[in-house]
């Protein structure tokens, strides 16, 4: 399977506090997305890193992408309670497909 | 209008119904897609449309039958569906496909019985 798979699986945390979850991959990549998800709901894009990128920032936050070692981490600074929510590596490797990695569940308490 | 719209929300459905899953986006995106998603679990894409065109089958049962009347409308009937394809049934849009994000709807909730 091309899925990638990320850690934690869960993570919990108190607002304030900086999340960082990681997604590993197994094939080359044109470039590799973050997407949240809300409980039960749709999808939201985060950010698009591409291959030749190796940090990106958006707001709170801060991708990273090591192609050598096929990973990639998104750290989320300065949580809130509303960042509460289940997060999801994808990657394009140029097939006309995302592949979703596993997620990390996110829960930022109060 | 950056919004890409599902229905119906929520669907339950004998085994022996058919019934239309509906997906409609306004941006100009060619590229669309239908994702099924198991709970706990990512989305797992079923099909791919590009220019109204067919453009990838995830080897999907004949049970599922996508059409894309149109730019902007994206169907998926269902016919004689089995209680384990009960699952949440997500549709997105790119502006093609390539180095582009994907817009999701909110899902349609389908329960097979």
């Known amino acids: 399977s091309q899925q990638g798979e990320e850690d934690p699986q869960a993570l919990s945390i108190q607002e304030g506090e900086n999340a960082t979850m990681n997604c590993s991959y197994k094939t080359s990549i044109n470039n590799l997305q973050w997407y949240r998800q809300n409980s039960g709901r749709g999808l939201v894009h985060l950010i698009l890193i591409r291959s030749n990128e190796r940090e990106k920032h958006s707001g709170r936050l801060r991708v990273t992408l090591d192609t050598s070692k096929k990973s990639s981490s998104l750290l989320i600074t300065a949580s809130r309670a509303a960042d509460t929510a289940s997060y999801f590596c994808a990657t394009d490797a140029g097939f006309q497909k995302l592949v979703f990695g596993t997620g990390t569940r996110l829960l930022v308490s109060p | 209008d950056t919004e890409v719209t599902q229905t119906p929300k929520h669907l339950v459905m004998g085994m022996t119904n058919k019934k239309s899953l509906k997906c409609e986006q306004h941006m100009g995106h060619r590229a669309m897609y239908w994702y099924k998603q198991k709970a706990k679990k990512p989305p797992e894409l079923m099909f791919v449309?590009?220019?109204?065109?067919?453009?990838i089958n995830e080897s999907v049962p004949s049970r599922f039958s996508p059409e894309c009347p149109n730019s902007s409308l994206l169907n998926l009937h269902l016919h004689a569906l089995q209680p384990e394809d009960s699952a949440l049934y997500l549709c997105a849009s790119s502006q093609e496909f390539g180095d582009y994000e994907q817009y999701f709807g909110p899902g349609t909730r389908l329960t097979v019985t």
């Open positions: 449309y590009s220019y109204e065109k067919l453009s």
